[in-house]
């Protein structure tokens, strides 16, 4: 049963109750009060948000709605977050996770009343944080300590109901999961009601420095511009090589599968408190999302036996039967664990940044897209302040920025050396669905060969020059650096890169 090359997410076959809002590329000239720039969850909540305050707003995405992050989430919409409050109560005040939590809350909160408003699809189901060892039990305590001191009424077991052994579990009732994609969709249509434009099919490439920003687009169909007064960058990784973002995040790509598993499945939504990690949800009428076994972006050699090994895991483990979709993401940790979430550089007034939550965005992410809007609307939110991305704890940012950076700085010498050590790849010699780099002359070199076709491509990334290496799962170019993504065909896909690669070979 186990392949380990990915697909797509679960998310997107999976039936609707409402008509998916059917979007188009941005053409001519627009002026308008907010653009924002990504249609995943953070941007269209934002635009929402604004749309219903009375700004004119236009949502710029680059491929579909849902093709980032959110699109291949596991989407449990909970507080109960694994280990991250013990992590967080590590570095910060008490106060600053508190605020963390009312943060979360409020973003859940929102989710649950949208859902209950629209009749989109939702469960309120338990979260549970389960323990395989004896540490991992110990963390268990550490977590339920801080979420009670968060007013957090998680409640301590000696097991979790799962079919396989554990050695603790931590349960919080009442919590919520949607489908990532549904939910979306719902946002999508709420932001149109309420006046919202959202455009498909549009890359934002440049941001002016002018009064008001102009942004410069591409579509299939050539170029549009759009004018607005305050830019909201919503991307991830921000895509404007502005405030050095990139130094600051960690990229963490993830796998999942959807497994069907005959007979009953876990009730509730699980999260390992011990490594390797496993993250378990049902989703639909029958299918359990499995999650884990994730790492920096492009740091990884075997990617398609981590998914092979999540498969087998879920055999084991769920006696899952059958694995009907196979797909992977990433997310953004930041130096300090908070999100960064506010001006995109310190002396900015109308250029916005939301990123870096720590594969906790179905609730932070919320979170961050209503303290952005009460930026823009002087409605403040009580967690602005403490997820500022230019806040003054530097203390507690400047050991893991530099750890962050090591690693950076080792993987970039690393990748050249090699490259250049080795000779340029013989395409006859690069097996299917794999790739390998090498040199011409003085310049690292990537071929690839997906369905028979080969292809060379630079494989060095446009962004600050890394080199990349083959993911072979997802059959892409990915960069240990700071985490931008690419194609077979040298397709820009995400990170802080802002082009393609450029090919080598003849079409
Ligand atoms: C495997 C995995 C599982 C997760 N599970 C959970 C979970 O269970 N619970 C939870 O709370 N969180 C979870 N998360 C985290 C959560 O899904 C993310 O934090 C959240 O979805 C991030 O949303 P976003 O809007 O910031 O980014 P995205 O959804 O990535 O949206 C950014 C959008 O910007 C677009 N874009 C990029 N560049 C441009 C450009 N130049 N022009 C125009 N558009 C552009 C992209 O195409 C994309 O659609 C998970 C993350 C991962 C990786
Ligand atoms: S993403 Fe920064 S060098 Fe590749």
Redesign the pocket.
């Known amino acids: 049963m186990t392949t380990g090359r990915t697909d797509h997410p679960l998310w997107r076959d999976t039936p609707r109750t409402a008509p998916t809002p059917q979007l188009v590329p941005l053409s001519g000239d627009v002026t308008c009060d907010v653009a924002v720039?990504?249609?995943?969850?953070?941007?269209l909540t934002t635009a929402l948000e604004l749309a219903r305050a009375g700004r004119s707003v236009v949502v710029?995405?680059?491929?579909h709605?849902?093709?980032?992050?959110?699109?291949?989430?596991?989407?449990?919409?909970?507080l109960q977050q694994g280990t991250h409050l013990s992590s967080l109560a590590a570095r910060h005040e008490p106060a600053t996770v508190r605020l963390y939590v009312q943060a979360c809350a409020t973003g859940q909160q929102y989710v649950r009343d949208l859902c209950e408003a629209t009749g989109a699809t939702h469960d309120v189901l338990a979260a549970v944080t389960y323990a395989t060892s004896p540490s991992g039990r110990a963390a268990l305590a550490d977590e339920a300590g801080v979420m009670a001191a968060a007013g957090i009424p998680g409640e301590l077991l000696s097991s979790a109901d799962l079919p396989f052994g554990t050695t603790g579990a931590l349960r919080l009732a009442d919590q919520l999961q949607v489908d990532?994609q549904a939910y979306l969709e719902v946002l999508v249509a709420q932001a149109l009601a309420a006046g919202a434009r959202v455009h498909v099919g549009?890359?934002?490439?440049r941001v002016g420095t002018g009064t008001p920003r102009e942004l410069t687009c591409s579509t299939a169909q050539g170029r549009a511009r759009v004018r607005a007064g305050h830019v909201v960058v919503?991307?991830?990784s921000p895509?404007l090589d502005r405030g050095g973002f990139f130094a600051r995040l960690e990229p963490?790509?993830?796998?999942?599968i959807a497994v069907r598993v005959p007979g009953e499945r876990p009730a509730g939504m699980y999260l390992s408190a011990d490594s390797p990690t496993r993250?378990i949800r049902p989703a639909g009428e029958d299918r359990v999302v499995v999650?884990g076994n994730g790492h920096p972006v492009g740091r990884a050699q075997d990617n398609a036996a981590r998914v092979a090994d999540l498969e087998r895991w879920a055999a084991e483990h769920l006696g899952a039967t059958e694995v009907t979709h196979r797909w992977?993401?990433?997310?953004y940790r930041t130096t300090d664990g908070l999100p960064f979430v506010g001006r995109l550089e310190p002396w900015s007034h109308d250029l916005w940044v939301?990123?870096g939550?720590a594969?906790?965005?179905?609730?932070?992410?919320t979170a961050a897209a209503l303290a952005l809007a009460g930026a823009l609307t002087e409605r403040p939110a009580a967690w602005a302040a403490s997820w500022d991305p230019w806040r003054g704890d530097a203390a507690t940012q400047v050991p893991d920025t530099a750890t962050f950076n090591a690693h950076v700085v080792q993987e970039g010498a690393t990748g050249w050396f090699g490259a250049l050590r080795d000779v340029a790849p013989d395409p006859a010699q690069v097996p299917e669905g794999g790739g390998v780099v090498g040199r011409a002359g003085l310049r690292p070199v990537g071929v690839s060969r997906v369905d028979g076709t080969v292809r060379t491509v630079s494989a060095v990334c446009p962004h600050l020059g890394g080199v990349l290496r083959w993911n072979d799962a997802e059959m892409s170019w990915d960069c240990p650096l700071h985490g931008s993504r690419f194609a077979a065909d040298g397709a820009r896909l995400?990170g802080p890169a802002?082009c393609g690669l450029a090919r080598l070979d003849t079409r």
């Open positions: 720039v990504g249609a995943g969850l953070v941007g710029l995405e680059a491929r709605v849902g093709a980032g992050t959110t699109g291949g989430s596991s989407a449990k919409v909970t990532p549009t890359r934002v490439d919503a991307t991830g895509v963490q790509r993830s796998y999942c993250s999650g992977a993401a990433q997310d939301a990123t939550f594969k906790w965005g179905m609730t932070a992410g995400e802002r």
